[in-house]
Structures are given as structure tokens and as C-alpha cells.
């Protein structure tokens, strides 16, 4: 009884240790990408995801899986995204998180050298967050 008593005082204590913020979810979506990690990246996304990003969107987690996601995960596989600057917002069920990025690399044979900005809306789903919108923009750097 005691040894019970003791696993559940420290899983109780530790759980906050394991809690992933939006933030991390995001990031846990490039990675996975970068890493052609398809399935992880897509475990991160709401069903009825929209991603947005250079005037095109794609309206669900399967429409992207099928059109979209293999050229973000070649592109990601020759660059690097650094994330410059970065805010999260949360409010109840719902958060969103802002940044400001610089992504270097090649590309198809191109030297790549962009800044960008994401924004990503969240809704908590059990103890998680799934993505639930991503809306990506970008430039050449001067």
C-alpha cells in the first residue's frame, strides 16, 4: 500500500513536468516534418486543420497528407528553420502562437535564405493541443 501510495504522490507531482504547452506542439510539428516524420506530424493536426500559405489552402488534415505535406518535408529536409522571435497566447480551450522565423538551406538545387511568419491556432483536445490552423508566409531575406 505504501509503494502505491508513493507512485501516485510522485506521478501527481511529476505530471506538470510532462505537460506540452502549444509552443512545443508547434515545434514538435517542424521537427517531425524535418525529420520525415509524416505520421507524428500529422498526429499533431486536427482533422479539419486549414493551412494556409502563399494564397492556397487546404482544408483538412487528409487533403494536406495528400497534396502538400511530401513537399514540406523535402523542403524541411534541406533547410533549417530558426525561430527568431516568438509569443503564445492561450484562452481556455483555444491558443495561438506567433513567430517570426529564418530559414536557410537548399532547396531543389536553390540556395534558400528566407524569413517568415506562422501563425498556428490550438484547441486543447483531452491533456493535449492539436492544430487546428496554420497560416505560413515568407520572403527572401535581403
Not at 101 to 114: D, L
Amino acid at each position: 500500500m505504501r509503494q502505491l501510495f508513493c507512485f501516485a504522490f510522485f506521478a501527481a507531482v511529476s505530471l506538470p513536468v510532462f505537460a506540452v504547452t502549444p509552443t512545443e506542439v508547434v515545434s514538435a510539428y517542424h521537427v517531425a516534418v524535418a525529420h520525415g516524420e509524416t505520421a507524428k506530424a500529422l498526429s499533431l493536426l486536427s482533422p479539419a486543420v486549414q493551412i494556409y500559405e502563399s494564397g492556397h489552402v487546404e482544408q483538412s488534415k487528409d487533403e494536406y497528407a495528400g497534396h502538400h505535406l511530401p513537399a514540406d518535408v523535402a523542403f524541411a529536409k534541406g533547410t533549417s528553420r530558426k525561430v527568431l522571435k516568438g509569443s503564445e497566447r492561450i484562452g481556455g480551450d483555444l491558443a495561438v502562437v506567433v513567430q517570426e522565423t529564418e530559414t536557410r538551406g537548399t532547396y531543389n538545387g536553390t540556395a534558400i535564405h528566407m524569413l517568415g511568419t506562422e501563425t498556428a491556432v490550438l484547441e486543447k483536445k483531452g491533456d493535449g493541443w492539436v492544430v487546428t490552423h496554420f497560416h505560413w508566409s515568407s520572403r527572401k531575406a535581403k
